[in-house]
């Protein structure tokens, strides 16, 4: 499932942690990940928070090997957009080293990726759910050809994805200069454009099922007291169902609506124009 590193020299040597069971024997405690031992609520986790930072000193190197299989790594994460598998991976890794030389932590917002620069942000969205999460790449793998991120257990947490195991997900590159949907704020606290979300749409979630995308806007005017839409495009060839609150009628501030539905799973939603 999970590469470790081994560094010497100032070059690094990345191994396919899924290898055999026999070459985890000598590092890992643990034969088969799983969880935590005991329920832990991760609904309240917050996503990594994009900010600049340089590579990382470890894991990085391109190209490099695993399981006789040769990989290189994207020079940039700009612009990185693709569809896949996700898997996760848990307590067999807690504590251990990350590719990058940090230190696994799988109740933190992090993830492993084959090519993407360390670090790197991304935004994951669940396709069969909508739910979305923002996290921290420091780690390579998954080292399995179908699959393309491996999350933290927090975040498969979140995207409601534990007990399948996988889930068809987009991954979406976050530059730190373009961040996250944020409002400026005054002085007062209150964001200073809400004013000019009034008659806007925000947008929460795409999914690939109609059924969900309806079945989704409708939770959400129940819950958000907004009106919501399911409007139809297509990405790739492919149909896809975007849900949206509005028009807004301004009885809430963006502030208030942001983290109402971070809180339900839904961290990249974002104004948009009306068509």
């Given at each position: 499932?999970?590469?470790?590193?081994?560094?010497?020299?100032g070059?690094?040597?990345?191994?396919?942690?899924?290898?055999?069971?026999q070459?985890n024997?000598?590092?890992?405690?643990?034969?088969?990940?799983?969880?935590?031992?005991?329920?832990?609520?991760?609904?309240?986790?917050?996503?990594?928070?994009?900010r600049?930072?340089?590579?990382?000193?470890?894991?990085?190197?391109?190209?490099?090997?695993?399981?006789?299989?040769?990989?290189?790594?994207?020079?940039?994460?700009?612009?990185?957009?693709?569809?896949?598998?996700?898997?996760?991976?848990?307590?067999?890794?807690h504590?251990?080293?990350?590719?990058?030389?940090?230190?696994?932590?799988?109740?933190?917002?992090?993830?492993?990726?084959?090519?993407?620069?360390?670090?790197?942000?991304?935004?994951?969205?669940?396709?069969?759910?909508?739910?979305?999460?923002?996290?921290?790449?420091?780690?390579?793998?998954?080292?399995?050809?179908?699959?393309?991120?491996?999350?933290?257990?927090?975040?498969?947490?979140?995207?409601d994805?534990?007990?399948?195991?996988?889930?068809?997900?987009?991954?979406?590159?976050?530059?730190?200069?373009?961040?996250?949907?944020?409002?400026e704020?005054?002085?007062?606290?209150?964001?200073?454009?809400?004013?000019?979300?009034?008659?806007?749409?925000?947008?929460?979630?795409?999914?690939?099922?109609?059924?969900?995308?309806?079945?989704?806007?409708?939770?959400?005017?129940?819950?958000?007291?907004?009106?919501a839409?399911?409007?139809?495009?297509?990405?790739?060839?492919?149909?896809?169902?975007?849900?949206?609150?509005?028009?807004?009628?301004?009885?809430?501030?963006?502030?208030?609506?942001?983290?109402?539905?971070?809180?339900?799973?839904?961290?990249?939603a974002?104004?948009?124009?009306?068509?």
């Amino acid at each position: 499932m999970k590469p470790w590193l081994i560094a010497g020299l100032g070059a690094a040597l990345l191994l396919g942690g899924c290898a055999s069971k026999q070459d985890n024997a000598g590092r890992y405690s643990i034969q088969q990940d799983r969880g935590p031992d005991s329920d832990v609520d991760m609904s309240k986790v917050p996503d990594a928070v994009p900010r600049v930072e340089p590579p990382s000193r470890w894991g990085n190197k391109s190209p490099y090997t695993v399981l006789g299989k040769r990989y290189s790594v994207m020079p940039s994460a700009e612009g990185y957009q693709q569809r896949g598998v996700a898997s996760w991976y848990g307590k067999k890794f807690h504590g251990h080293t990350t590719s990058n030389g940090e230190v696994y932590d799988m109740y933190q917002m992090s993830a492993a990726h084959k090519a993407l620069p360390l670090p790197s942000y991304v935004r994951v969205t669940n396709l069969d759910n909508g739910r979305q999460v923002v996290v921290r790449v420091n780690d390579r793998g998954p080292f399995h050809d179908e699959r393309i991120i491996d999350l933290s257990y927090a975040a498969a947490y979140r995207l409601d994805m534990l007990g399948k195991g996988t889930a068809r997900v987009e991954v979406e590159a976050i530059t730190a200069d373009a961040g996250l949907m944020t409002a400026e704020h005054g002085r007062s606290g209150v964001p200073a454009g809400d004013a000019a979300i009034t008659g806007r749409l925000l947008q929460v979630a795409a999914l690939s099922s109609v059924s969900g995308a309806e079945a989704l806007a409708a939770e959400l005017q129940a819950l958000l007291n907004e009106p919501a839409l399911v409007e139809s495009a297509e990405r790739d060839g492919r149909a896809l169902y975007r849900v949206r609150l509005g028009p807004l009628s301004g009885s809430h501030t963006l502030n208030w609506l942001l983290q109402q539905l971070s809180q339900a799973g839904y961290s990249g939603a974002h104004l948009v124009d009306l068509p």
